[in-house]
């Protein structure tokens, strides 16, 4: 938040940041301040959920977290997709399969990442597991907003629109509207999706193992989904799969 709330002190100086979020930047770190210095239950409790509560704030807030002029650099995922793929599976997957049931199942668990990011967390909570799952999830966001910052993609769905070939629904229908009106550009590499719950999964693995499968299978079917319907760039998810691994393999550190 720290960074974020410097780049767009930055922007503001040049005319294109946000006062109002300056504002609620300043809130946060404030409340990140007394919630380690206080010895209360509220401040104690407002700090272990703190990152939780401001995730939605900061991925909101990332047009203001790109430097002003930064160029997309779609065209560079897209040619690493070619290498690694020899095609480009955001394009050509949901035409080779065009299944419409396929496609909801897939859909649907692009959908559950919300509850990916919220459920593992509340079911350990006052557990040692909750600490070391929401660092996990934490490292994965800085990690990945940091790269949004200096490295922004668009990813397909901007680029290139649908994919030719993907079968329609409601739930199709429903996760495009969420879309709409809650993700914003340059946030493709890498996957924050893939990133948040592979970290989430192995985290539930190693303190909730039924509950932990139960993520890690939505997390499967999320992944493939996520490049199914034209979100996500192949090596977006490659990108974002290390980045939850390695920060699942820090977080055995962290700690009430």
């Not at 922007?11 to 770190?29: D, H, P, Y």
């Not at 559950?112 to 490292?139: D, N």
Request: charged share 10%.
């Amino acid at each position: 938040m720290a960074l974020v709330a410097c780049v767009n002190l930055w922007r503001l100086m040049i005319g294109t940041g946000s006062v109002v979020l300056l504002v609620a930047q300043l809130i946060v770190l404030a409340a990140t301040v007394l919630s380690l210095r206080s010895r209360t239950r509220f401040w104690a409790v407002t700090g272990d959920w703190l990152p939780l509560i401001v995730l939605p704030l900061l991925y909101w807030e990332l047009p203001w977290a790109t430097f002003a002029g930064a160029r997309m650099h779609d065209s560079v995922v897209q040619g690493w997709d070619l290498a690694l793929f020899g095609t480009e599976p955001a394009r050509t997957w949901a035409g080779s399969l065009p299944s419409r049931p396929l496609s909801e199942v897939l859909h649907l668990a692009y959908i559950l990442y919300y509850a990916i990011i919220y459920v593992p967390p509340a079911v350990l909570y006052s557990r040692r597991g909750y600490y070391e799952t929401v660092f996990a999830m934490t490292v994965t966001v800085v990690v990945s907003f940091a790269a949004f910052s200096v490295f922004p993609v668009e990813g397909p769905r901007f680029a290139w629109g649908p994919p030719p070939g993907v079968p329609s629904g409601p739930i199709r229908t429903f996760t495009l509207l969420i879309l709409e009106h809650g993700s914003a550009r340059g946030t493709a590499f890498p996957s924050s999706h893939v990133a948040i719950a592979l970290a989430q999964s192995l985290s539930t693995l190693r303190w909730k193992r039924p509950l932990g499968w139960s993520v890690l299978g939505t997390t499967v079917l999320l992944t493939v989904g996520a490049v199914y319907g034209g979100f996500h760039y192949g090596t977006d998810i490659l990108a974002g799969a290390v980045v939850g691994a390695a920060a699942w393999g820090v977080s055995g550190k962290a700690g009430p």
